[in-house]
């Protein structure tokens, strides 16, 4: 089946110790996205990737970074993590048409100490 | 006033009932809308999603968008346990400078079905 895959599930980090989540991709997309979603709260879109192009949103931190080496794959690195940055992270995928449906993975829940 | 308003709940109801959801905007570019249901511990999956005002029927659940009011509706018949989860309210609007779009989130609403 055609999914959307993120590695680690759980992560836990130190404060201030460098940290990658991975998102891997079998649907051929486009567009790839990552979302900070903290509990009870929304969603929050930090940047997101349409081939190669990446867009950052305003208010996302400098902290956070992203590479795309390749479709298939996307990251988020997380330079020093603070205690506020402990969340859910999502990666998303959509095509490049259509009312962008987006295709969510299970998340990594960061925690860090 | 943010972008989107869903009241968080929690709302618990018996199985079998019918179950509301609504969500408020008021950004007017807004011209996609969505449902996503949120398992614990789980990303979200799309339930629905519409485009004009009026009703779209899927099985059990009904998404309902009233442009003129700001306002949509989730509605589930005949709930079950297996429903109990985070119901998200998106909805999509062009983004700056691109031809993709981005989603704007409600908060969820935790609903639980007792059996």
């Known amino acids: 089946d055609a999914m959307v895959i993120q590695n680690p599930r759980y992560q836990v980090t130190q404060f201030g110790k460098p940290v990658t989540l991975s998102c891997s991709q079998t649907?051929?997309?486009?567009?790839m996205y990552w979302y900070q979603q903290k509990s009870s709260q929304a969603p929050k879109l930090l940047f997101h990737?349409?081939?190669?192009?990446?867009?950052n949103e305003a208010d996302t931190p400098d902290n956070f970074q992203s590479r795309r080496p390749n479709t298939s794959f996307c990251f988020l690195d997380i330079r020093s993590p603070g205690l506020g940055d402990a969340a859910m992270y999502l990666c998303a995928t959509s095509s490049r048409t259509g009312y962008n449906e987006q295709f969510f993975g299970p998340g990594t829940r960061l925690t860090v100490l | 006033q943010k972008e989107v308003e869903q009241d968080p709940g929690p709302l618990s109801v018996p199985e079998g009932a019918i179950v509301s959801l609504n969500c408020t905007y008021s950004?007017?570019?807004?011209?996609?809308f969505m449902w996503y249901r949120q398992y614990s511990r789980k990303g979200p999956e799309l339930l629905m999603y519409t485009y004009s005002s009026g009703n779209k029927e899927d099985g059990r659940f009904t998404a309902q968008v009233d442009k003129s009011s700001k306002y949509i509706s989730l509605f589930i018949r005949d709930s079950q346990p297996s429903d109990s989860a985070t119901y998200l309210c998106?909805?999509?609007?062009?983004?700056?400078?691109?031809?993709?779009?981005?989603?704007?989130f409600g908060k969820g609403t935790l609903l639980t079905v007792n059996p």
């Open positions: 990737y349409y081939d190669k192009d990446f867009n």
């Open positions: 649907l051929n997309h486009n567009v």
């Open positions: 950004n007017s570019a807004f011209q996609y």
């Open positions: 998106a909805m999509s609007s062009p983004h700056s400078g691109g031809s993709n779009y981005k989603l704007t």
